[in-house]
């Protein structure tokens, strides 16, 4: 399997996981589970199948155990995301404020389904559960960004000044 990292990755990597191997018991080594995985993320972007190779390997536990926390947790991606990961909360406040006509329109605008990213690899549109702010809904995270009170016509312009 190819290797995930460049050399000066894999050096952090392989310091990355002493470290979190050096807070565990040996025999517990799975522990460092959501450490490693989230380390790989850090390293490369996105959490590859050879990375998680490396992380059983070092865990000393079979890949599928990896894959299960890998493809658990919505922060972590499996699939290399775009530049711009959009989280359009579609939960119960955003939606009965409009968020479901928000990502529609995203989803023509992107030409993507939520789940995506656009041909370019700019843009990964996702619904995503409640991002904390139902009280100015409906709202989007574009990477670490936090957007609130949007309409279709705003979102757009947001996206816009990424293009
Ligand atoms: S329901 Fe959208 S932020 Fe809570």
Known sequence: MAAPFDADQQARFDAGIAKLLSQFPNDRKQAAMMGAVRLVQELVGWVPPEGMEQVAQKLEVPVSKVLEVATFYVMFFTKKPGKYVIDVCTNISCSLCGAEKLLEGLERKLDVHAGETTADGKFTLREAE????????????????????LSLKQAEELLAKLA
């Open 130 to 149: 409640c991002l904390g702010s139902c009280h100015t809904a409906p709202c989007l995270q574009i990477n670490e960004d936090h957007h609130e009170n």
